[in-house]
């Protein structure tokens, strides 16, 4: 696999505060950019969601949001209680 350079611009208090967060996630910088970068490849769109609205007010929509989002990345056991089986054999 080859690498490459990544020159981006941004805000100088916004990369202090993101590089603290990624030390106390033992990350750094290029790690945790690389993280995004991949995880938009794999998802094939951006990993969250973009809204105007604050937080707050999209609260109570999250679980819309939610719904669908694993349609094609998910299955069905052939025999419908077998995990619940597992489960009840996993708390005995």
């Not at 290029?30 to 794999?42: D, G, K, M, P």
């Not at 999209?58 to 025999?79: E, F, I, P, V």
Request: hydrophobic share 40%; glycine share 6%.
């Amino acid at each position: 696999m080859s690498t490459t350079n990544i020159n981006i611009r941004t805000d100088s208090e916004i990369k202090s505060q993101a590089q603290q967060i990624f030390e106390t996630l033992g990350l750094d910088m290029t790690t945790a950019i690389n993280l995004f970068l991949r995880q938009t490849v794999r998802e094939r769109d951006l990993p969250f969601i973009l809204s105007a609205r604050p937080a707050a007010q999209r609260a109570g929509q999250a679980l819309a949001y939610g719904r669908g989002s694993m349609k094609g990345r998910m299955w069905m056991a052939d025999d419908f209680d077998a995990p619940l089986d597992d489960f009840t054999e996993h708390m005995r």
